[in-house]
C-alpha cells in the first residue's frame, strides 16, 4: 500500500539547514522526519503550537521565515 505524501517545496535558511545537517547526522534524523514529525506535534500539541508560534530566534536576522 503506497503511503498518502504531498512533495513540496520550500526555502530553508542556508545557516540554519548547515546547522541541522551537522545535528542529524549526530541525531539519526533527517529532514523528512523531522517536518512530518514537527507537523504532527504542531496539529495534536497545543504547547508545542505555542513554542513554534512565539519563537522569534529567526527575526534577528531579519529573515522572513
Known sequence: ???NT???SV???DD???KFKIKSIEGSIN???IVNRSLD???KDEK???TINSHNGLAA???KF
Do not use: A, P
Request: zero cysteines.
Open 1 to 3: 500500500m503506497k503511503s
Open 6 to 8: 504531498k512533495l513540496t
Open 11 to 13: 526555502n530553508i535558511l
Open 16 to 18: 540554519v539547514y548547515k
Open 31 to 33: 529532514l523528512q522526519k
Open 41 to 43: 506535534l504542531y496539529i
Open 48 to 50: 508545542y503550537r505555542e
Open 61 to 63: 536576522s531579519g529573515s
